[in-house]
């Protein structure tokens, strides 16, 4: 695509970056097959193709409206595009920095600043979300079934290993997972206990920086990264193999901290290392010995998988998790239209309720249509959004395999 950056804007790091991405499209359409908003509103300005055209014109020095603020809002940034895109346009990097210059110039309503500030100083920090699902697990039993099927029951988290091994990892522990979802990376840890690694939880690193960094606060969001590199630095230099990320939409950002910061003097370096050694917890399992967890795969009722768009489109690791649970033995039944994202998409499904909600009971049809006694899936943001819209638990598929271990 033939784009020419206005004058004014010649010198912005953003325009540059996004002029060189927007000249890979080639404007063929195949990604409006593959994008849910597209196929959810018929519009092709709410396509990914659509959106290009919206952030050309902004590069080319037009102004934009309020309607391109709507069309790039209404986007997942599910990256179900990429995969289906036949010129490699990295359309994730091209909306980060569409939506970034286009919020410079078109102001928000009051209540749209007010909610995302309200995100911004509470969903990020562990410490506050945490004695907040406290209560709602509390009064859980007393409130509506619409608003108690959001909030989290309480999981039995069982004991961190404390084994040393030769080999150790580190694990990201995350904002909101610590308290909604416990024992996922308990669960983990377990699991690559009984392989002869050790799993360390850095206190210190938290939020990976997406929820900041996705809502235009994205000088906030670099404080984060460069606080998780500071946090898991020496255990690098001591010689931990890798980073290892149990909610995929994390993984993709701790794999992105290199591009993130690579006009950085002082981290540029650090980060693209801390970027290479992240892992999701599938791609470390897949080239372990996982003979001892076959035995009683098969014991399991069937499973519906929903693989995170985090997982198959962002970290490129399309059936790699279903491919390893039926490689052991578990009953996976099909799931259709299962690269279609299920609506979660970190903040989106508050931000954008009516088109959430709609893709999460497609979702969840796809998911039940066979009647799977478990539902399974691979990131924190997906296991909550579709457990408030079934009434029934979700689990981390790393949950099975501890199940094996403990019984």
């Known amino acids: 695509m033939q784009t020419s950056i206005a004058p004014e804007l010649a010198n912005d790091p953003r325009v540059v970056d996004a002029e060189k991405t927007l000249r890979k499209c080639v404007h063929c359409g195949f990604c409006l097959a593959t994008c849910p908003t597209y196929n959810l509103l018929g519009d092709e300005l709410d396509s990914p193709r659509g959106r290009i055209y919206l952030i050309k014109q902004v590069v080319e020095g037009h102004k934009p409206t309020a309607e391109t603020l709507t069309h790039l809002d209404r986007c997942l940034t599910c990256r179900s595009c990429e995969t289906t895109c036949p010129s490699g346009v990295e359309y994730g990097h091209l909306l980060d920095n569409g939506r970034s210059l286009v919020e410079e110039q078109v102001g928000r309503t009051l209540r749209h600043r007010l909610l995302r500030k309200a995100i911004l100083v509470f969903l990020p920090y562990p410490k506050r979300v945490g004695p907040?699902?406290?209560?709602?697990?509390?009064?859980?039993?007393?409130?509506?079934?619409?608003?108690?099927?959001?909030?989290?029951?309480?999981?039995?988290?069982?004991?961190?290993?404390?084994?040393?091994?030769?080999?150790?990892?580190?694990?990201?522990?995350?904002?909101?997972q610590p308290s909604m979802a416990p024992a996922t990376n308990a669960a983990a840890a377990r699991v690559l206990n009984a392989l002869g690694?050790?799993?360390?939880?850095?206190?210190?690193?938290?939020?990976?920086?997406?929820?900041?960094?996705?809502?235009?606060?994205?000088?906030?969001?670099?404080?984060?990264?460069?606080?998780?590199?500071?946090?898991?630095?020496?255990f690098v230099e001591a010689g931990a193999e890798s980073i290892i990320t149990t909610a995929s939409g994390c993984g993709v950002m701790v794999k992105d901290y290199g591009h993130v910061l690579k006009d950085d003097v002082?981290?540029?370096?650090?980060?693209?290392?801390i970027s290479s050694l992240c892992k999701d917890i599938?791609?470390?399992?897949?080239?372990?010995?996982?003979?001892?967890?076959?035995?009683?795969a098969s014991e399991f009722g069937s499973i519906a998988f929903h693989p995170p768009c985090t997982l198959q489109h962002g970290q490129k690791l399309p059936m790699v998790t279903e491919n390893l649970l039926t490689t052991l033995g578990f009953n996976l039944v099909p799931v259709s239209n299962s690269h279609i994202c299920c609506g979660s998409a970190g903040t989106y499904s508050i931000f954008q309720p009516k088109l959430s909600h709609e893709l999460r009971e497609n979702k969840i049809a796809?998911?039940?249509?066979?009647?799977?006694?478990i539902i399974a899936?691979?990131?924190?943001g997906c296991q909550l959004h579709l457990q408030s819209g079934t009434g029934r638990v979700v689990v981390h598929w790393v949950e099975l395999l501890d199940q094996i271990l403990t019984g």
């Open 132 to 176: 907040i699902v406290k209560l709602g697990q509390w009064v859980r039993s007393a409130l509506p079934a619409s608003i108690g099927n959001s909030v989290p029951p309480k999981q039995q988290v069982g004991q961190w290993p404390t084994s040393d091994h030769q080999r150790t990892m580190l694990v990201l522990g995350g904002c909101v």
């Open 197 to 234: 690694i050790k799993l360390i939880n850095t206190e210190s690193a938290g939020c990976c920086g997406a929820v900041h960094f996705h809502l235009n606060e994205q000088s906030d969001a670099r404080e984060f990264i460069k606080r998780n590199i500071d946090a898991w630095w020496p």
């Open 266 to 273: 002082q981290y540029a370096q650090k980060a693209e290392r």
């Open 282 to 296: 599938v791609e470390v399992l897949q080239a372990e010995d996982l003979s001892k967890f076959k035995a009683r």
């Open 366 to 373: 796809a998911l039940t249509a066979n009647e799977p006694e």
């Open 377 to 380: 899936t691979a990131n924190i």
